[in-house]
């Protein structure tokens, strides 16, 4: 397995944001993490990525503990972009691009043509290339979320966890941003809101819901009218999409 947890539980006080949760992402996997707010998605990504420690049960990274793993080598290969990054307002974007390469440098390294070519890589694939000299208080919200996620590119990661990505983008750089990270050789954990992205960009769906998983599976299995009107408050048709045969859901008034 890529990532895995096993039981695992993270409380503010004696409340259980995660509730005793386990998963397993196969390398190379791109699972979509839904559920409504305060399911306790965000909260279970940053403890996959390795920002916070769990109360019980443990995480994994090709089988190393994120317990007991040095910061820096968790760092080198998991890369997370939060959905409300902030960064240095006085940098430009190229600066803030740089930035995901510093795992891989040790204090005396000079900057060597890999880093080069994994910071050129991630502006061409995340459309910023020719935002590269602008300085970050120009951008608009959009742009911004395209120069961080062109950062956590730029790390090289192995595993990529992204925390509701699309937030920010116009309906084409959502579709884009979504269809560059399902084809990317890397496994991918991402935080999704729209249910419809999710059933076309991600391999396996894992639904939430007050800090314990509801529903686990691929999107067919996953994304049914009785689950979206269980978790979701909803009521919607599924049905498959003659475009690409993936769910497409239909809401109801």
């Known amino acids: 397995m890529s990532v895995a947890a096993e039981n695992v539980t993270w409380k503010i006080g004696s409340r259980a944001i995660v509730d005793d949760v386990s998963l397993h992402v196969h390398p190379g996997e791109t699972l979509g993490l839904l559920g409504p707010n305060g399911s306790g998605k965000t909260s279970l990504l940053r403890l996959l990525a390795g920002l916070r420690q769990p109360h019980a049960g443990r995480i994994t990274v090709e089988g190393m503990d994120l317990r007991t793993t040095r910061r820096r080598l ?133 639904v939430m819901r007050a800090g314990r998983i509801a529903a686990e599976g691929r999107p067919e299995e996953v994304l049914t009218g009785h689950l979206l009107r269980e978790v979701f408050a909803v009521e919607a048709h599924v049905e498959p999409s003659r475009h690409h045969g993936r769910p497409h859901i239909h809401y109801l008034p």
């Open 74 to 206: 968790i760092a080198k290969r998991v890369a997370f972009v939060e959905q409300h990054a902030s960064t240095n307002a006085g940098l430009k974007v190229i600066d803030v691009v740089t930035l995901g390469r510093f795992p891989h440098r040790s204090l005396f390294s000079g900057w060597s043509d890999t880093d080069q070519t994994a910071v050129e890589t991630a502006l061409e694939r995340t459309g910023i290339a020719d935002k590269r000299d602008s300085p970050w208080q120009s951008l608009s919200g959009g742009e911004k979320q395209r120069v961080h996620i062109a950062r956590a590119l730029a790390q090289s990661p192995r595993e990529l966890i992204l925390d509701e990505p699309t937030n920010h983008l116009d309906i084409h750089h959502q579709i884009g941003l979504l269809k560059l990270v399902s084809e990317l050789p890397v496994t991918s954990i991402i935080a999704l809101h729209d249910l419809n992205h999710a059933a076309m960009f991600c391999d396996r769906l894992l």
